[in-house]
């Protein structure tokens, strides 16, 4: 079966666009959320193989929304969506479990080896 | 993988102006309440997420200034930089340009806007506060921050605090000369640190004595040295380091690099580093993990050292739980929410639903002939499938009248800043919805009545004080339901409507003559302000009074179906309201007949229907009227307005039908009265268009044209 992906951006835009990427790789978009207070519910609604996560976004940010999902579920994995800049981030989110993170603007190519290292890989 | 990217760019457009239309909302809010952070955030937030939308879609320029705004922004957000009406000024001057370029694209011409200027001035007022305050400069800050050995646990209190800082892109380089990221680390991995600073001399990196010896005894470990290589395009090296070093502080003890970690933070390598680690795990686990990271394009593994004895079994967890995971997460909540649709479709749709409705009717009209009960039975059910169809076709076309609103405070605010004037503008019924393809028309007429509010209705404030008025005059938009109708009215509390003054105008103007002037009431105030080419302003301003704005609005709300009044109290204020039918295509009308043909009167025109005899009416100014209860309506028979070949008879008694636009009421004579039905409004022809008295038309069950009558003309 194919993985399932939960899609979080603020953006519809970002959020279609990782949807086409992964869809054309194969993945199932499970679900899409825009904020992290959405993320969060959906994730307990959907249990999806992969979370791709945005940081900066309204109501609760990328980086509460990962350590509210890893309390929910130890083994999520999520993968976060990040600006130039912003490398603190990256490393708190990566700190409060994110397994990895993608750097704006995408390269599918790169989208893709992230979203498949993050599912196949060794969790550790 | 090559992806096109021109097929985001309509959806980048439509999501880039709902950020604009939100920073312009936000930052008026701002403006009024220039402490509240909140808005702040949010107004970041909005810029943010603009910035990496144009950086996906390779739009450099909004890139750029996107990511000015940013550092601007930030500084508010910190509170380094205060709220004043010059930061205030200048974003707004972005956002504007933001909207030029954006446009641009919008239009696909390819030309540079050039924002060099805006650029100098961000920063200006950016730097403003260093100049007043003597505050030790950015850098010496930062390097405070750095020398504090607390800095990673700090983080951790106060996310809110440092996450602001350290958005911020030089802010954000800066700090990474502290490593918080290896700090951040367990003990053991960070007792191994300082070794690191030592000077290594050859080209592969050594491993401590002492630490061969230590962990050489230690019974099951390995020592190895990792050669990873990053991808070339890799774009947060430091990050990738902080990652490996995380993952084999979970396989064992980091035991030093090359180069040191303090030049791989400050990513001052080309894309191969050197690790070496103690660890139990076999060197192909490691590689396997590290592997598993994104942008490690490769990682090879020297063992230094070989365990006395067999390793243990790792305790590492497996990542094979994610199977069965995804095996129990499938449930039926898997589906997407919403899609988005051309508008084109929605109206192939709408046009498709529309001939269903005129065969619906033309099957019914069949069926009346024949007495079979079944397909009575059945046309019904068709009936009420066809009328749910349609009411679901038009709710999706439904779109709340905030998308319009939105925009306009801030034009108010900038219309009052340039005139001096002090505005409080309310907006009412902003969740009200409309048709998408109305309120994409009534925009402009919107511009025209707010200008006329703002500019010929408020006046200055020392003028309004002389008044007995507050100093702030009010300005409010506000939508409502109405019947079939949508209301949107604009009222102000400003000078209000001199009958006599417009009227002199027009008269000056060479639009109405003597004897016309004379005949003038209030209720012709409107028709005289609609005119082609009338202008109350005496001067003219430089965003209205040109004489076109009411005659515009006007002929826009008829094109529409619509109409326009006015209300008004002189020196207390004015109502302009718009009003528009709930959708274009679809109407419940009056059937009426008239020497042999059909015509529609649109319901939501319609008060009520009376039968009148010849006695019932009156004439008033040599123009009959009847009157009924106490008022007196004007009598328009519509036999002898189209000149039909066949006239009533003075002795008949005959149908009415009253209509009502407002205060106004007409009474319409017909010969007999159809009943209610659905029409479809088909427009009239380009040739046709200026034909007065008709709105449109509709195509009848029995395949015959009837016209609409348009009740706003004939008043």
Redesign the interface.
């Known amino acids: 079966m194919a993985p399932s992906v939960l899609i979080v951006d603020d953006a519809l835009f970002m959020r279609m666009m990782i949807k086409d990427i992964l869809s054309k790789d194969g993945f199932e978009i499970v679900g899409e959320a825009e904020n992290g207070v959405e993320a969060v519910k959906k994730y307990a609604e959907l249990h999806p193989d992969l979370v791709t996560m945005d940081i900066v976004m309204p109501e609760m940010d990328g980086i509460e929304a990962v350590r509210n999902i890893i309390k929910i579920d130890p083994g999520a994995r999520v993968l976060m969506c990040s600006a130039m800049g912003q490398q603190p981030l990256v490393v708190e989110a990566l700190e409060a479990g994110a397994k990895d993170f993608i750097i704006k603007p995408f390269q599918p190519a790169k989208v893709v080896e992230a979203v498949r290292k993050a599912l196949h890989g060794d969790g550790g | ?3 096109d990217i021109s097929q ?1 760019k309509d ?2 457009i439509t ?1 880039a102006q709902e950020h604009l239309d939100a920073l312009n909302k936000f930052l008026l809010q701002l403006e009024n309440d220039p402490n509240n952070l909140d808005v702040v955030t ?1 107004i970041f ?1 909005s810029a ?2 603009l ?3 144009s ?4 739009y450099d320029q909004l890139t750029e200034l996107a990511h000015e705004m940013e550092n601007l922004l930030e500084h508010l957000r910190t509170g380094d930089v205060p709220v004043t009406t010059n930061v205030v000024d200048t974003l707004f001057s972005c956002f504007d340009t933001l909207g030029a370029i954006i446009n641009a694209i919008a239009e696909d011409r390819p030309e540079q806007i050039d924002f060099s200027g805006l650029v100098g001035e961000i920063r200006a007022v950016t730097e403003e506060p260093a100049v007043e305050q003597p505050a030790p400069e950015e850098p010496i800050v930062v390097e405070a921050e750095v020398a504090e050995p607390q800095a990673p646990v700090q ?1 951790a209190t106060e ?1 809110e605090a ?2 602001a800082e ?4 030089q802010a ?2 800066q ?2 000369t502290e490593p ?2 290896i700090k ?1 680390e367990p003990a053991q991995q960070q007792a191994a640190v300082p070794a690191l600073a030592e000077p290594v001399a050859s080209s592969e990196l050594e491993v401590d004595e002492a630490d061969m010896r230590r962990y050489s005894a230690t019974p099951g470990m390995r020592i190895m040295r990792l050669t990873v290589e990053l991808d070339r ?1 890799c ?2 090296k ?2 990738r380091v ?2 490996v070093f ?2 084999l502080a ?2 064992g003890d980091v035991l030093g690099s090359m180069p040191p970690v303090e030049a791989l933070e400050d990513e001052k390598f080309e894309s191969t580093f050197q690790v070496a680690v103690a660890t139990p795990e076999t060197g192909q ?1 490691v590689e ?2 590290l ?5 490690i394009a490769s990682v090879k593994t020297d063992v230094l050292h070989e365990p006395a004895l067999e390793a243990r079994p790792s305790g ?4 094979d ?2 199977t069965d ?7 039926a ?2 589906r ?2 919403s899609v ?1 649709v051309n508008i084109a479709r929605l109206d192939t749709l709408m046009n498709l639903v529309g001939e269903l409705v005129i065969n619906r009717t033309r099957l019914a009209q069949i069926a009346q002939g024949s007495n079979i009960p079944d397909l009575r039975e059945a046309l019904d059910q068709t009936s009420r499938l066809t009328a749910e169809l349609q009411d679901e076709v038009m709710k999706t076309r439904m779109v709340p009248v905030e998308h319009v609103f939105n925009r306009f405070p801030r034009m108010v605010r900038d219309l009052a800043r340039a005139e001096g004037k002090e505005i409080d503008f309310v907006v009412e019924g902003k969740e009200i919805e409309l048709d998408r393809t109305i309120l994409d028309e009534i925009s402009d007429p919107l511009i025209h009545m707010i200008r006329n509010a703002v500019d010929h209705g408020i006046a200055t404030p020392e003028k309004r004080v002389k008044q007995g008025k507050p100093a702030r005059g009010t300005v409010k938009l506000s939508a409502y339901r109405d019947r079939n109708y949508v209301a949107i009215e604009v009222y102000d509390d400003g000078e209000g409507v001199e009958p006599a003054r417009v009227f002199d105008r027009a008269l000056s103007k060479g639009l109405i003559g003597e004897d016309e002037r004379r005949s003038l009431t209030d209720d012709d105030v409107l028709r005289v302000l609609c005119m082609p080419g009338f202008s109350t302003s005496d001067q003219v301003s430089g965003v209205s009074g040109r004489g076109v704005g009411m005659d515009a609005v006007k002929s826009k709300a008829e094109a529409l179906g619509g109409f326009v009044l006015l209300a008004f109290e002189p020196g207390l204020g004015t109502t302009v309201t718009l009003k528009l039918p709930l959708t274009l295509a679809i109407v419940q009308a009056l059937m009426v007949e008239v020497s042999g043909e059909t015509y529609a009167v649109p319901l939501g025109t319609v008060r009520e229907t009376h039968v009148i005899s010849p006695e019932d009416i009156k004439t008033v100014q040599s123009h009959e009227a009847i009157f009924l209860r106490d008022e007196t309506i004007p009598l328009l028979r519509l036999d002898r307005l189209l000149e039909c070949s066949h006239l009533l008879n003075g002795a008949e008694q005959f149908p009415v039908v009253i209509t009502e636009i407002g205060p106004r009421l007409i009474a319409l004579g017909v010969h007999s009265l159809i009943g209610q039905q659905e029409i479809v409004i088909s427009t009239l022809d380009k040739f046709l268009k200026r034909v007065e008295g008709f709105a449109g038309a509709t195509i009848l069950g029995t395949g015959r044209v009837a016209l609409i009558l348009d009740i706003p003309s004939l008043m």
């Not at chain 2, 350290?166 to 892109?169: A, H, R, V």
Request: charge should be positive; hydrophobic fraction near 45%; proline fraction near 4%.
């Open positions: 993988m090559e992806m985001y959806l980048f999501e949010e937030r943010h997420t910035k990496g939308m950086a996906t879609m390779g983080r996310p440092t996450k350290l958005t911020e892109p954000a380089e700090r990474v918080p990221a951040a395009e774009l947060l430091s990050v902080f990652m995380k993952k979970q396989l686990r396997k993990a592997l598993a990271i994104a942008e590492a967890a497996g990542a739980g994610a995971k995804a095996a129990a997460g499938l449930s909540a898997r997407t929410q988005r």
